[in-house]
């Protein structure tokens, strides 16, 4: 039987039932910890190591998880779009759309502060414009929160139309490998197939962690194959060729997802999945401390090794922003991660979204 996009809708649905206390699904959170730390290690050892000018033993582990860490990240995305794609367009804009844009304009604002006026020789009155180019170009690590609001609007308006066409197009789009020079252009045409695959196989996805969880021996079997042909791809050189990416782009997210599953439940790993419960302070924030201590770590001169180095400075960059985020939950300041009441469409929804 052909799916359908009222099939996927239907198993979004479901999804959101199987959700636990307060919509979470732990999976899902451990699923996501994973991806915001890679982001974070791959950021921070790549700064290091330029900073050094030498490369560290973090170096292969960092490429070796390039073909997945971003299609990981936009599937996981994808996958509770179905039990919203339907309610109300007002709704669906506050939730999808101006929650992120919010984020978007006050972190660039800050990033602008930071670099430009600090660092950068910047002027104050250049901070409108700035801000105004973020939709067109974003600031450096904010392109992820810039791209998941397109991909929401393109989901949305899509959902009518026969899903085979439009995960052709997507796959197509992903396997041309456009180069336009237009950052966002390229980064959508690259990434929008694994969104739309999270949110067409929701339900496949669903079962695939819960098959994992009842078959261990024979996930971890898997999950040791994809390490193989995933890490041979990348030493081979041949880990970004068209059909190759698309290819291990979407085992990779698979095996996050098999990996996550294996981690649910287990006391030993609930670190990661508190940053997954908290992805977007994380995302949000962690340049800053990546950065600060980057620098100060380098001039003390008390890690010499790259490899260390990068794996000391990704430990801050995760820890600092959850640390900021408990600081200011209950004053002011706690707008750098709450979106107030008077920037929603919809008053009441909680500006960190549960699992979505």
């Known amino acids: 039987m052909q799916a359908t ?54 170096h292969p582990v960092v490429e070796f998880m390039a073909p997945f860490r971003i299609p990981d990240f936009f599937l996981l995305s994808g996958l509770f779009v179905g039990r ?10 506050d939730r999808k759309v101006l929650h992120f844009a919010y984020f978007l304009v006050l972190w660039s604002g800050i990033i602008f502060l930071v670099k430009g006026l600090l660092f950068g020789g910047a002027s104050l009155a250049e901070l409108p414009l700035a801000l105004a180019m973020a939709f ?12 998941l609001p397109i991909f929401f609007i393109v989901a949305r308006l899509t959902r009518r139309v026969p899903m085979p066409l439009v995960l052709g197009v997507a796959a197509a789009l992903e396997i041309a490998h456009i180069d336009t020079g237009l950052f966002v252009v390229d980064q959508f045409c690259a990434r929008v197939v694994y969104f739309l695959v999270g949110y067409y196989a929701c ?33 081979l050189g041949v880990s970004t060729l068209p059909l190759v990416s698309l290819a291990l782009g979407l085992a ?16 030993l790993f609930i670190p990661l999945r508190y940053c997954g419960r908290n992805t977007l302070v994380i995302y949000l924030a962690f340049f800053l401390f990546m950065a600060s201590s980057r620098v100060a770590l380098i001039k003390l001169g008390v890690i010499d090794d790259a490899g260390l180095l990068s794996v000391v400075v990704t430990l801050i960059a995760v820890a600092g922003p959850l640390l900021m985020h408990l600081a200011v939950k209950n004053t002011p300041a706690r707008y750098l991660f709450v979106r107030p009441e008077a920037f929603k469409l919809v008053p009441g929804r909680p500006a960190i979204q549960p699992a979505e």
């Open 5 to 58: 996009p009222q099939m996927a809708t239907a198993e979004g649905r479901h999804a959101g039932a199987a959700a636990g206390h307060g919509g979470r699904v732990d999976w899902v959170d451990y699923a996501k910890g994973f991806c915001i730390v890679f982001v974070v290690l791959m950021h921070s050892t790549f700064g290091v190591e330029a900073a050094l000018g030498r490369e560290g033993w973090m």
């Open 84 to 93: 919203v794609i339907d309610r109300d367009l007002r709704t669906y804009l």
């Open 136 to 147: 067109v170009e974003p600031f450096g690590t904010l392109w992820f929160i810039h791209m």
């Open 203 to 235: 339900g496949t996805v669903f079962a695939l962690a819960a098959w994992v969880q009842g078959h261990v021996r024979r996930a971890l079997a898997g999950l040791a194959l994809w390490a193989a042909v995933n890490g041979a791809a990348v030493a």
């Open 252 to 267: 990779g997210a698979a095996a996050v997802v098999a990996a996550a599953a294996l981690m649910a439940g287990r006391d």
